[in-house]
């Protein structure tokens, strides 16, 4: 009777197939993180619903660590617990403020203390400190919630800078103001007075100004500076006026 015994590989065969899987390995992550850049900047989740959901994040995750650090007496760790969780709540007061009375008024005196956080390069940059405060305590979590908010601080410095930037060529450009207020009136089918994100984007397109979804968002919430959730004309011509030649409001210098 005899046995059956099993091929063993050689060990140049070996080396063979590891490499294959390296290499598609290497090809997977490669097509894996394009995949994610170009979500993260055209993907159909909006700018202000990652950042909230990074602040939530934020303040769950702060909330169990300080009462772990209290319990182990670690107090030093408990004071950089409460610095993210007070980070965190803010993030949420700006994503979400006009959304929720309650927030409202702590929105209105944020922007009042703290005017450059009207500007999403401004929301980018605290956004960016909460990020690093939530890594510096180096736990897993924390690391991994702190990149992902240092990642959407970046996203929003990036895409805010680049809606700008056409959003002052279009200023710059032939387009007359009689123009842009027969596309609003064409945007505003209800005849509110005001546009939605969606009925902005039409306003865009029929503008003929190439931002993708994200760009749109940025550029909403960047005339929209009273917050309300809603674009008016008034607000359009304030901008419009605010960064005629001369004026340098509108476009920050930002270095990235």
Same mark, same amino acid.
């Not at 099993?6 to 290497?26: G, H, I, R």
């Not at 995750?61 to 007070?86: H, K, P, R, S």
């Not at 690391?143 to 895409?159: E, K, P, Q």
């Given at each position: 009777?005899?046995?059956?015994?099993?091929?063993?590989?050689?060990?140049?065969?070996?080396?063979?197939?590891?490499?294959?899987?390296?290499?598609?390995?290497?090809?997977?992550?490669?097509?894996?993180?394009?995949?994610?850049?170009?979500?993260?900047?055209?993907?159909?989740?909006?700018?202000?619903?990652?950042?909230?959901?990074?602040?939530?994040?934020?303040?769950?995750?702060?909330?169990?660590?300080?009462?772990?650090?209290?319990?182990?007496?670690?107090?030093?760790? $408990?004071? =950089?617990?409460?610095? /993210?969780?007070? #980070? +965190?709540?803010?993030?949420?007061?700006? *994503?979400?403020?006009?959304? &929720?009375?309650?927030?409202?008024?702590?929105?209105?005196?944020?922007?009042?203390?703290?005017?450059?956080?009207?500007?999403?390069?401004?929301?980018?940059?605290?956004?960016?400190?909460?990020?690093?405060?939530?890594?510096?305590?180096?736990?897993?979590?924390?690391?991994?919630?702190?990149?992902?908010?240092?990642?959407?601080?970046?996203?929003?410095?990036?895409?805010?800078?680049?809606?700008?930037?056409?959003?002052?060529?279009?200023?710059?450009?032939?387009?007359?103001?009689?123009?842009?207020?027969?596309?609003?009136?064409?945007?505003?089918?209800?005849?509110?007075?005001?546009?939605?994100? $969606?009925? =902005?984007?039409?306003? /865009?397109?029929? #503008? +003929?100004?190439?931002?993708?979804?994200? *760009?749109?968002?940025?550029? &909403?919430?960047?005339?929209?500076?009273?917050?309300?959730?809603?674009?008016?004309?008034?607000?359009?011509?304030?901008?419009?006026?605010?960064?005629?030649?001369?004026?340098?409001?509108?476009?920050?210098?930002?270095?990235?």
């Amino acid at each position: 009777m005899s046995s059956y015994a099993a091929p063993t590989s050689s060990a140049p065969f070996d080396e063979v197939l590891n490499a294959q899987n390296a290499a598609e390995a290497k090809m997977f992550a490669k097509d894996t993180a394009l995949e994610v850049q170009k979500h993260m900047r055209e993907g159909d989740w909006s700018l202000r619903l990652l950042a909230l959901l990074g602040g939530l994040a934020m303040m769950a995750v702060a909330i169990l660590g300080f009462v772990g650090d209290i319990l182990t007496l670690n107090w030093f760790a $408990a004071l =950089f617990e409460v610095y /993210v969780f007070v #980070l +965190g709540v803010i993030i949420v007061v700006l *994503e979400s403020g006009q959304r &929720f009375s309650m927030f409202a008024r702590v929105e209105s005196g944020l922007y009042k203390n703290a005017l450059f956080l009207k500007y999403i390069w401004g929301r980018g940059i605290i956004y960016f400190v909460a990020g690093s405060i939530q890594i510096s305590l180096r736990d897993l979590v924390n690391v991994v919630i702190g990149l992902y908010v240092c990642g959407i601080a970046i996203l929003y410095i990036v895409v805010g800078r680049r809606a700008a930037n056409k959003l002052k060529a279009l200023r710059m450009s032939a387009c007359t103001p009689q123009q842009v207020q027969e596309s609003f009136a064409k945007a505003d089918e209800e005849g509110q007075g005001s546009l939605t994100l $969606a009925q =902005f984007q039409e306003l /865009v397109g029929f #503008l +003929g100004l190439d931002l993708n979804r994200r *760009e749109t968002e940025a550029a &909403f919430m960047q005339i929209d500076r009273s917050q309300t959730g809603r674009l008016t004309y008034e607000s359009i011509q304030m901008w419009w006026s605010d960064d005629a030649p001369g004026h340098d409001s509108f476009v920050p210098v930002v270095v990235i």
